[in-house]
């Protein structure tokens, strides 16, 4: 987790015009377990002229806010053993630093979890990664925040003493707090905290008088890290300011506009005929952004996701309804961007439940609730085994298995892929060794593992791998890696670097799902593989017919070509193994050999000499 595009440059606001000059300099604390990001925000907050506290871990944390208590803190949320949730409520609770402000650091960017993190008391939240202006300017406003309700305390204490004076001065005072706190600095839009006021409100209405109904746009920019990026955070903050005065021009004057932060806008439209006005009014919004934005020297076209939720009676708060207009927007997301979603119940049950899953994977990486299938893979000239493929399973306590299709890509989504993509890694990597030490294979016996597009990204994979095959005193020979094409076109220059090295080592690589993504010649040429893997989706279609080969034919050519193996996965027929044969297909796999076998199966199929 680390902070990317830092902008060092200082901000207007000074700390010596935040806190009065008769008191200690201002004491910020700034937990994560990453170094990197500590030393980073530390060195930065520091030449503003603040005084930095620094903290690895939530133990850590709570020993040094004890030790003397800070003016802010500045917490990551994924931290092990006690995350930044975790450390925001036990400090909540207690009186003495009940009123510390917390801003939450995290990559974590779910709608649920910054509900979360305002749940427990949390005063702020940013979404990794994002450049050091910003939390500058977040943190100056916390502190403004707090010193002017210092100030506001003092003058209550002398009240007494100069009424008339001092009530006017408070009366100004809470009047440009007001206006502080509920107007975003950049656009001069409402911020969320008044968008949230206006939403309780219009609930409050439509529980008065139903006959009012309301709707509430969740608005996303896509591709909107691209222009901070590649043009710089000063033509994205142009691009924030042209935005909002563009969609300002859709509505009336009734109508809510909302900056609710980073590159997200709401729009709480009150005076709705039916919810087919609303859906013209988004489809109205989506052709405004067909037009480019002229910024500086730059054209930029820039497209919105929306989502949109329907005010109704049982909303018991206006959170909720933001929250699930935010669900929408993801899903039209989801579905291909530049688009609109309506709020469905079952998001919101999909949203559990996908929380719920991120949750139990985290106890089950603690408790080792997983284990590891593998699948024969079949030399077809011999018909004997020739490796396997480790797979994962995860049989989970209370709801039985659960299929990788369901818990991988929320592993991913939350970053826990790379503690369960090193955990296979080395599970199955002992695993074989065991068995040569067994004498169950022979040394030439190989694993296939699959690497995810999140890990092959890892700066460490090099690293890890090196050290989990000396740890298992297990050849390089003996492992293959299989990976995706997305996840080397996600990065070609950094993937031509990795698979270079680990071809260095002489780890094999496989091309795995091949002819469902980019299937490019060329960087095939670029990336060259030891093996190709057909998709199972080619494989399903073969029938013992020349009409069904389909470009099955074409992607053994092209790997014989290249000097590559191929390996056919999703076997399920004897017609599909003869016609693999015919066309001099090196390997395969699939369930006509034999489904994924625990580590005892496995051995009792070896050892029984079968081949087919």
């Given at each position: 987790?680390?902070?990317?595009?830092?902008?060092?440059?200082?901000?207007?606001?000074?700390?010596?015009?935040?806190?009065?000059?008769?008191?200690?300099?201002?004491?910020?604390?700034?937990?994560?377990?990453t170094a990197e990001n500590v030393r980073l925000l530390s060195t930065m907050l520091t030449r503003e002229g603040y005084q930095v506290r620094k903290a690895i871990n939530g133990q850590l944390a709570l020993t040094a806010v004890q030790a003397r208590v800070p003016d802010l803190i500045l917490l990551d949320i994924m931290m092990p053993d006690m995350d930044g949730y975790a450390v925001c409520a036990y400090l909540k609770e207690m009186p003495h630093t009940a009123e510390i402000p917390v801003i939450f650091l995290s990559a974590l960017d779910d709608a649920f979890d910054k509900v979360k993190a305002f749940k427990v008391g949390g005063a702020d939240y940013m979404t990794k990664p994002f450049h050091f202006e910003e939390v500058l300017a977040r943190v100056q406003h916390q502190l403004a925040l707090r010193t002017a309700e210092q100030k506001i305390h003092r003058l209550n204490v002398h009240l007494e003493e100069r009424v008339i004076e001092r009530t006017q001065q408070l009366e100004i005072a809470n009047a440009r707090l007001l206006e502080m706190a509920l107007c975003d600095s950049l656009t001069q839009l409402a911020n969320r905290a008044a968008f949230i006021?206006?939403?309780?409100?219009?609930?409050?209405?439509?529980?008065?008088?139903?006959?009012?109904?309301?709707?509430?746009?969740?608005?996303?920019?896509?591709?909107?890290?691209?222009?901070?990026?590649?043009?710089?955070?000063?033509?994205?903050?142009?691009?924030?300011?042209?935005?909002?005065?563009?969609?300002?021009?859709?509505?009336?004057?009734?109508?809510?506009?909302?900056?609710?932060?980073?590159?997200?806008?709401?729009?709480?439209?009150?005076?709705?005929?039916?919810?087919?006005?609303?859906?013209?009014?988004?489809?109205?919004?989506?052709?405004?952004?067909?037009?480019?934005?002229?910024?500086?020297?730059?054209?930029?076209?820039?497209?919105?996701?929306?989502?949109?939720?329907?005010?109704?009676?049982?909303?018991?708060?206006?959170?909720?309804?933001?929250?699930?207009?935010?669900?929408?927007?993801?899903?039209?997301?989801?579905?291909?961007?530049?688009?609109?979603?309506?709020?469905?119940?079952?998001?919101?049950?999909?949203?559990?439940?996908?929380?719920?899953?991120?949750?139990?994977?985290?106890?089950?990486?603690?408790?080792?609730?997983?284990?590891?299938?593998?699948?024969?893979?079949?030399?077809?000239?011999?018909?004997?085994?020739?490796?396997?493929?480790?797979?994962?399973?995860?049989?989970?306590?209370?709801?039985?298995?659960?299929?990788?299709?369901?818990?991988?890509?929320?592993?991913?989504?939350?970053?826990?892929?790379?503690?369960?993509?090193?955990?296979?890694?080395?599970?199955?990597?002992?695993?074989?060794?065991?068995?040569?030490?067994?004498?169950?294979?022979?040394?030439?016996?190989?694993?296939?593992?699959?690497?995810?597009?999140?890990?092959?990204?890892?700066?460490?994979?090099?690293?890890?791998?090196?050290?989990?095959?000396?740890?298992?005193?297990?050849?390089?020979?003996?492992?293959?890696?299989?990976?995706?094409?997305?996840?080397?076109?996600?990065?070609?220059?950094?993937?031509?670097?990795?698979?270079?090295?680990?071809?260095?080592?002489?780890?094999?690589?496989?091309?795995?799902?091949?002819?469902?993504?980019?299937?490019?010649?060329?960087?095939?040429?670029?990336?060259?593989?030891?093996?190709?893997?057909?998709?199972?989706?080619?494989?399903?279609?073969?029938?013992?017919?020349?009409?069904?080969?389909?470009?099955?034919?074409?992607?053994?050519?092209?790997?014989?070509?290249?000097?590559?193996?191929?390996?056919?996965?999703?076997?399920?027929?004897?017609?599909?193994?003869?016609?693999?044969?015919?066309?001099?297909?090196?390997?395969?796999?699939?369930?006509?050999?034999?489904?994924?076998?625990?580590?005892?199966?496995?051995?009792?199929?070896?050892?029984?000499?079968?081949?087919?």
């Amino acid at each position: 987790m680390s902070y990317n595009h830092f902008d060092t440059q200082s901000s207007h606001i000074q700390p010596s015009d935040i806190q009065p000059s008769d008191i200690q300099p201002i004491d910020i604390l700034v937990v994560d377990d990453t170094a990197e990001n500590v030393r980073l925000l530390s060195t930065m907050l520091t030449r503003e002229g603040y005084q930095v506290r620094k903290a690895i871990n939530g133990q850590l944390a709570l020993t040094a806010v004890q030790a003397r208590v800070p003016d802010l803190i500045l917490l990551d949320i994924m931290m092990p053993d006690m995350d930044g949730y975790a450390v925001c409520a036990y400090l909540k609770e207690m009186p003495h630093t009940a009123e510390i402000p917390v801003i939450f650091l995290s990559a974590l960017d779910d709608a649920f979890d910054k509900v979360k993190a305002f749940k427990v008391g949390g005063a702020d939240y940013m979404t990794k990664p994002f450049h050091f202006e910003e939390v500058l300017a977040r943190v100056q406003h916390q502190l403004a925040l707090r010193t002017a309700e210092q100030k506001i305390h003092r003058l209550n204490v002398h009240l007494e003493e100069r009424v008339i004076e001092r009530t006017q001065q408070l009366e100004i005072a809470n009047a440009r707090l007001l206006e502080m706190a509920l107007c975003d600095s950049l656009t001069q839009l409402a911020n969320r905290a008044a968008f949230i006021d206006r939403l309780d409100a219009a609930l409050n209405q439509l529980k008065a008088q139903p006959d009012l109904p309301f709707a509430v746009l969740f608005l996303d920019c896509d591709r909107f890290k691209i222009v901070n990026d590649s043009l710089g955070h000063s033509v994205g903050d142009q691009l924030l300011m042209a935005i909002a005065q563009r969609l300002k021009q859709h509505l009336k004057h009734t109508d809510t506009l909302a900056r609710l932060g980073g590159d997200e806008f709401a729009i709480l439209l009150t005076q709705i005929i039916d919810p087919d006005s609303t859906i013209q009014f988004a489809d109205q919004i989506l052709a405004a952004f067909a037009e480019p934005f002229a910024l500086a020297d730059h054209q930029v076209f820039i497209n919105v996701s929306i989502g949109i939720a329907f005010g109704k009676i049982d909303y018991d708060k206006p959170e909720h309804l933001l929250r699930d207009a935010d669900t929408a927007m993801y899903h039209a997301k989801a579905a291909g961007k530049a688009q609109y979603r309506i709020f469905q119940t079952t998001m919101h049950r999909v949203a559990l439940q996908l929380l719920q899953t991120e949750s139990d994977l985290r106890r089950a990486i603690s408790q080792q609730e997983f284990s590891l299938n593998y699948q024969p893979i079949v030399a077809l000239d011999s018909g004997k085994i020739a490796g396997l493929e480790a797979l994962i399973r995860w049989n989970h306590p209370d709801r039985g298995f659960i299929p990788p299709s369901t818990f991988i890509p929320v592993a991913e989504e939350t970053g826990l892929i790379g503690e369960i993509g090193t955990w296979v890694l080395r599970e199955a990597c002992h695993q074989i060794r065991n068995w040569q030490k067994q004498g169950v294979i022979d040394p030439t016996f190989s694993v296939s593992v699959n690497l995810s597009a999140r890990q092959f990204a890892q700066l460490n994979l090099m690293q890890q791998i090196t050290h989990i095959l000396a740890e298992a005193e297990l050849s390089p020979r003996c492992l293959k890696l299989e990976v995706t094409e997305s996840a080397i076109m996600d990065n070609p220059k950094s993937a031509a670097d990795i698979l270079a090295k680990l071809r260095q080592q002489q780890i094999q690589l496989s091309m795995d799902d091949f002819g469902t993504g980019y299937s490019s010649l060329s960087y095939l040429q670029s990336f060259p593989m030891d093996y190709l893997k057909i998709d199972r989706s080619f494989v399903m279609s073969l029938d013992g017919t020349e009409e069904q080969l389909g470009l099955v034919p074409i992607i053994v050519k092209i790997a014989q070509t290249m000097n590559m193996k191929v390996v056919a996965e999703g076997i399920e027929t004897p017609q599909q193994l003869a016609q693999l044969r015919s066309l001099d297909c090196d390997f395969g796999q699939g369930y006509f050999f034999s489904k994924p076998l625990t580590a005892e199966k496995v051995v009792e199929l070896i050892t029984s000499g079968c081949h087919w």
